[in-house]
């Protein structure tokens, strides 16, 4: 479906290490599930569901295939590069084609790694990014009011609409806030999202801590955890160093080397689960002798675009969705057994898929 997250942060902070420990991550799974990098910078990675392996397990599938996500390593951003500084053009177009934007804070000292700014300073960092996102979508709205005014004026509702959003997002502008902080109506969020704002973009802090601090954090890390909580958002610290290191390791050699060093999880696990959060993305399941698979969809989203997801003629003709909860399905052992215990479930055309569902779409071709 085609959702990215950005990975954007200042030069010499990790991101690109973190991006590469990402794309080699999913290489390193393709035995099993399928991997693309689509061009230098963008990659694409399962995201991590032990739920899967229950469901091919129960349905005898012959393989698995997880869901994923987009990540894109966007160009390190400078200091004006709302002014075009830098690679600031490029960067601030890449930023308006992704879903969610991944922020990667430098969090650790180390004299060998120069700081752009000459100073380890996460939250000074994390203003600067978001003052030159705020700078450009300032710049970007006040070139639309001359405009949105003058078909206003000539009584065209969906200008006085948007005009109406516009002015609201300019007043946060101007006070140094981002525009995901406007309040709107769920019937506004469309013509919202057709603004094109950079600041109205779900954020996710990676705290990147140096491989002492993995397990548990530092000064650092916890005061862009406090900044995420304050706004809202959601932070998770890694180490990209050791996130590097694990992932050309087996999943024997990985289960070794993070028990090693104190940690359950592999820390892109983690982020690549709050990427997922992030979107308000949702998995449900088809499974199968052929495969067991995950398909993402957004929450709240119906049974006839859910199966759209598959293909568009399963949307076009839906009739029903065969329905079993997770749960019911591990309990009762399959298919079979959910429709014996009556916990299988005709769903029609205003079912809003719940996150975990295994579905069998009936369509008319």
Known sequence: MGFKCGIVGLPNVGKSTLFNALT????????????????????EVAVPDPRLDRLAEIGKSAQIIPTRLTFVDIAGLVRGASKGEGLGNQFLA???????????????????????????????????????????????LEKRVDALEKKAR????????????????????????????????????????????????????????DEGS????????????????????????????????IAVLSREERKD??????????????????????????????VGPKETRAWTITRGTKAPAAAGVIHTDFEKGFIRAETIAYDDYIALGG???????????????????????VLHFRFAT
């Open 24 to 43: 080699e991550t999913a290489a390193a799974q393709a035995a099993n599930y399928p991997f693309c990098t689509i061009e230098p910078n963008v990659g």
């Open 94 to 140: 890449n930023i308006r084609e992704v879903d969610a934007i991944a922020h990667v804070v430098r969090c650790f000292e180390d004299t060998d790694v120069t700081h752009v700014e000459g100073r380890i300073d996460p939250i000074a960092d994390i203003e600067t990014i978001e003052t030159e996102l705020m700078l450009a979508d300032l710049d970007s």
């Open 154 to 209: 000539g009584n065209d509702k969906e200008a006085k609409e948007t005009l109406d959003l516009v002015n609201r997002a300019l007043a946060l502008l101007r006070e140094g806030k981002p525009a995901r902080l406007v309040v709107r109506k769920p019937e506004e969020e469309k013509a919202f999202a057709m603004l094109g704002l950079m600041t109205a973009k779900p954020v996710l802090y990676v705290c990147n801590v």
């Open 214 to 245: 993995a397990a548990t954090g530092n000064a650092f890390s916890e005061r862009v955890e406090s900044r995420a909580k304050e706004e809202g958002a959601v932070a998770v610290v890694i180490s990209a160093k050791i996130e590097s290191e």
């Open 257 to 286: 080397y993070l028990e090693a060093v104190g940690l359950k999880e592999a820390g892109l696990d983690r982020l690549i689960r709050a990427g997922y959060a992030l979107l308000d993305l949702v998995t449900y399941f088809t």
């Open 335 to 357: 298919e079979a057994g959910a429709r014996d215990g009556g916990k299988l479930r005709l769903e029609g055309k205003d079912y809003v898929v719940a996150d975990g569902d």
